[in-house]
């Protein structure tokens, strides 16, 4: 069973900047896509960004530029290094994960494409 821990959250003011992990544990993390979504008060998840096994990656408009997805393969865990933070970014922010082909042209943008989810980390910038 695949588990994701995420770690980093915290209170911020609009300008800072936070950086996000997220550990996998009880399969081959270097098989897996990984991606993150958050999901303020009252609204759907949204898609944020994510990372292929091969280290393409895929950013939602309104964090490009801001925002940059990483990973450590040797040491199961994912990044979401968040700059530049403005109080729309406020939300519950969830690392997924999913097997992944090695080869696909597919978005992987949904929550439906990931099996796996941690239990969320919450992300509060304030103006």
């Known amino acids: 069973q695949v588990q994701l821990v995420e770690a980093g959250g915290g209170l911020v003011q609009a300008g800072d900047s936070l950086r996000l992990s997220c550990t996998a544990s009880?399969?081959?993390?270097?098989?897996?896509?990984m991606g993150w979504f958050r999901q303020a008060p009252g609204k759907e998840r949204d898609f944020v960004a994510r990372?292929?096994?091969?280290?393409?990656?895929l950013y939602a408009d309104s964090v490009k530029g801001r925002f940059t997805i990483s990973r450590d393969n040797a040491k199961n865990t994912v990044f979401l290094e968040m700059n530049n933070l403005s109080p729309e970014d406020t939300a519950v922010y969830y690392c997924?994960?999913?097997?992944?082909?090695?080869?696909?042209?597919?978005?992987?943008?949904?929550?439906?494409?990931?099996?796996?989810w941690g239990q969320g980390t919450q992300v509060t910038v304030s103006s």
């Open positions: 009880g399969g081959t993390f270097s098989l897996y896509r």
């Open positions: 997924a994960g999913n097997l992944s082909p090695t080869y696909s042209t597919e978005r992987f943008a949904a929550p439906r494409d990931y099996a796996y």
């Open positions: 990372i292929s096994r091969g280290a393409s990656i």
